[in-house]
């Protein structure tokens, strides 16, 4: 059974690309690029909503952690103003949000968490187009998360590309950290 959520994604290239480098250093086999996750999941697309555009800018404003027996998820905080309208689900608080990890290791998620936390990860960043998006369980996974990374990262980090899946959690949570930072300084030099 297909789950829909709303994501608008980061329209600044080099600030998606760095953050889905660190989204792809966590779990390479993550299906989606850099992007906030404004609402869902839904059961069915007639309750999805309905306006597509929403320019704006939003800022991340630090890090948070979902963390259960089944689930161990570390997003960056993303404050928007006007966006609770298409977030009007009761069961679920709003938060709007950027996963950068979301998977059963939880070592790797509260490392990862701890070396966020202590670092104020603000940045600036424009969205404009509500994207509903499917998943399920048999969602397959392409490798289209790999046309989305920043090449020149990983070259100058010298991990290769297809290595980075066979690091050890400390040396993905430093990379990841590395790419969050690097989106942070590209963000101040935009805006």
Excluded at 76 to 95: A, H, P, Q
Aim: glycine share 6%; net charge positive.
């Amino acid at each position: 059974m297909s789950r829909y959520f709303a994501f608008l994604f980061v329209e600044d290239a080099a600030v998606s690309r760095l953050l889905t480098s660190a989204i792809y250093v966590l779990n390479p086999r993550a299906k989606w690029p850099a992007h906030v996750t404004v609402s869902g999941p839904y059961n069915s697309l007639r309750n999805v909503p309905r306006k597509l555009e929403y320019q704006r800018r939003v800022l991340v404003t630090g890090a948070g952690h979902f963390r259960s027996e089944q689930q161990n998820t570390v997003y960056l905080r993303v404050g928007t103003f006007d966006l609770r309208e298409i977030s009007n689900k009761s069961d679920y608080e709003y938060n709007p949000h950027i996963t950068l990890y979301d998977g059963l290791d939880h070592d790797l998620g509260d490392s990862l968490y701890s070396k966020l936390g202590s670092m104020f990860p603000f940045m600036k960043f424009d969205v404009s187009k509500l994207e509903i998006v499917a998943t399920g369980a048999k969602q397959a996974n392409f490798n289209l998360i790999l046309d989305h990374i920043d090449q020149d990262f990983f070259r100058k980090a010298g991990v290769g590309v297809n290595e980075a899946p066979l690091l050890n959690n400390d040396q993905k949570v430093a990379l990841a950290v590395r790419a969050v930072n690097e989106a942070i300084l590209v963000s101040k030099l935009t805006y």
